[in-house]
């Protein structure tokens, strides 16, 4: 059962570097996030996507972007990070389709990324 | 907007204790309300949910109801027990897309 996995759990940057966070998830879920968990604020939405090829901002999109090329992987990428970017970051799945959609999001166990 | 309160944290109790978490929201309509557990270096995982005024929700010794009149959602729980030190984030999720807005999260330690 390995649900949402994601890559690298670990990562340290320095200013101006680029990266990718990967996500993989293999329920078949139509929906997949990208949220940013920082102390104080909760877990804010940066992307999410429907469905392949298709792809929206959240509430803090600056400073990254996604792709979803497949049902299965929705990978974040930092262009240029900054320390504001330092974070833990989650991604979640979930079924859209209406009968099976529970509203319960699926997490990854984390990422945790810290830009000097 | 949409919105979610959470009452600020850590909470430190004894094994046994009565566990209360308040948890408000602001939202148009009729959200679904959930609740959401973390545990140390994990990710997050449904704990129990509510779809319509009135409803209850329960898991694990868990419950909460969600209440339309007070726009509240409060966890409760009758025993706690060491193994639920943990941070718990209420959410909502408003329309029918799986956009939720989280809570900022309440820690909870309980001590033998």
């Known amino acids: 059962n390995a649900g949402v996995t994601q890559t690298p759990k670990f990562q340290v940057l320095k200013t101006g570097q680029s990266m990718t966070l990967q996500c993989a998830q293999d329920?078949?879920?139509?929906?997949m996030s990208w949220y940013r968990q920082d102390p104080g604020m909760g877990l804010r939405l940066i992307h999410y996507s429907v469905g392949a090829g298709i792809t929206d901002q959240g509430e803090v999109p600056n400073g990254y972007n996604v792709s979803r090329s497949t049902t299965e992987d929705f990978p974040l990428r930092l262009l240029s990070a900054a320390p504001s970017q330092t974070s833990v970051y989650f991604c979640a799945s979930s079924y859209l389709k209406a009968r099976a959609n529970t509203g319960e999001l699926f997490f990854g166990e984390g990422s945790r990324l810290t830009v000097l | 907007g949409n919105s979610v309160t959470q009452m600020e944290g850590p909470v430190t109790l004894s094994e046994e204790a009565f566990l209360t978490i308040n948890c408000t929201y602001t939202?148009?309509?009729?959200?679904?309300l959930f609740w959401y557990v973390q545990y140390p270096g994990e990710g997050l995982q449904l704990l129990l949910k509510a779809t319509k005024a009135d409803d209850k929700g329960s898991n694990k010794g868990f419950e909460a109801t969600y209440r339309k009149e007070t726009t509240s959602f409060h966890l409760e729980k009758g025993s706690v027990q060491v193994s639920d030190s943990a941070v718990y984030f209420c959410?909502?999720?408003?329309?029918?897309?799986?956009?939720?807005?989280f809570g900022t999260g309440t820690q909870l330690k309980v001590e033998l």
């Open positions: 329920m078949n879920h139509e929906y």
């Open positions: 959410a909502l999720r408003r329309g029918g897309g799986n956009k939720l807005t």
């Open positions: 939202a148009t309509g009729y959200p679904s």
